[in-house]
């Protein structure tokens, strides 16, 4: 299996192929979770063979974007299937990859570890020093694909998500939820004071 290979494979997609319209589901993003998703592995004592899974499924997670903005996480499983038997994946090896991209699809649904250090390596930014401004991210992406927001609707949209999402890996429940719970608050605060 030559996962370096598939990897690069779907971030060079990924760069030629992603429409201009995403500000949050962009190349960094996709480098953003491979990076956390091979930190997190470490702190969760994943299996070198579970981090090259989880490391491709990263790469692979949002590569659905190139074709259409909703169901990515469908059309990305079919990219992996057509991409990954090139580079030595096994067809057990690609139904786990397809697990790993379908969990992080909103709202989460890990049910096992190495799909739980992948849904929390896609949202650590919750309880990351630049929330505000991968949210703002979010809310002109949404915008530019038609979802248009007031301040105050975006203000209560993430009051919600933010607290009906929960961390799953022991390291994110230990470090990035309390992070997360400063950002709730500080957002509350604002609700509180007649929005944004």
């Not at 929960?166 to 929005?195: C, I, M, N, S």
Request: aromatic share 8%; net charge negative.
């Amino acid at each position: 299996m030559e996962h370096t290979k598939a990897i690069d494979y779907v971030l060079r997609k990924l760069q030629n192929e992603l429409p201009d319209n995403l500000r949050y589901h962009s190349m960094e993003h996709t480098l953003a979770v491979l990076h956390s998703a091979e930190y997190l592995a470490g702190k969760e004592g994943l299996t070198e063979d579970e981090v090259v899974l989880l490391l491709t499924a990263a790469a692979y997670h949002d590569s659905g974007f190139t074709v259409a903005y909703k169901s990515h996480e469908e059309i990305g499983c079919k990219i992996a299937a057509e991409a990954l038997p090139q580079f030595g994946y096994s067809d057990e090896q690609i139904k786990v990859i397809q697990s790993l991209i379908m969990a992080t699809k909103i709202p989460q649904s890990p049910s096992n570890k190495v799909e739980k250090v992948l849904c929390d390596a896609d949202l650590d930014y919750l309880g990351g020093d630049n929330y505000g401004e991968i949210s703002d991210s979010l809310r002109d992406e949404l915008g530019l694909n038609g979802i248009v927001l007031s301040a105050e609707e975006w203000l209560n949209i993430q009051i919600k998500f933010l607290e009906n999402h929960h961390y799953w890996t022991d390291f994110a429940l230990k470090v990035l939820k309390p992070r997360k719970q400063l950002v709730l608050d500080r957002l509350k605060r604002e609700a509180a004071a007649g929005g944004a």
